[in-house]
């Protein structure tokens, strides 16, 4: 499985940004799609999640205010990122986990920054 992730860019607070990822070779299988992000100095953390039936889930920090949806039609993961604040700057990581295995694949990062 190979991951594309786009969209980041420099805001500022309170703006929004989409972000994008497209999944490509054995994506068959695939079972949660998920958004992860690390901001400088910190550890990845989880953001966001959608599983293959549809449910989604979010961290506290951004409950409310981010919204992951996907498209399958295209392969598509997406991203919507409103009311963003400067502690939001990162880089934003996609990934899935396919298979009985659970095997986690990742995406390149892209960049967001929110200046206040």
């Known amino acids: 499985v190979q991951l594309q992730a786009s969209g980041g860019g420099l805001v500022q607070a309170g703006e929004s940004l989409r972000l994008s990822c497209v999944a490509s070779g054995s994506i068959s299988g695939i079972i949660t799609q998920n958004w992860y992000r690390q901001a400088p100095g910190k550890e990845r953390e989880w953001v966001a999640g959608?599983?293959?039936?549809?449910?989604?889930s979010y961290a506290d920090s951004v409950k409310g205010r981010f919204t992951i949806s996907r498209d399958n039609t295209k392969n598509m993961v997406y991203l919507q990122m409103n009311s963003l604040k400067p502690e939001d700057t990162a880089v934003y990581y996609c990934n899935v986990d396919r298979g009985p295995l659970r095997i986690v694949y990742w995406g390149q990062g892209t960049l967001v920054t929110v200046s206040s």
């Open positions: 959608i599983t293959n039936g549809g449910r989604t």
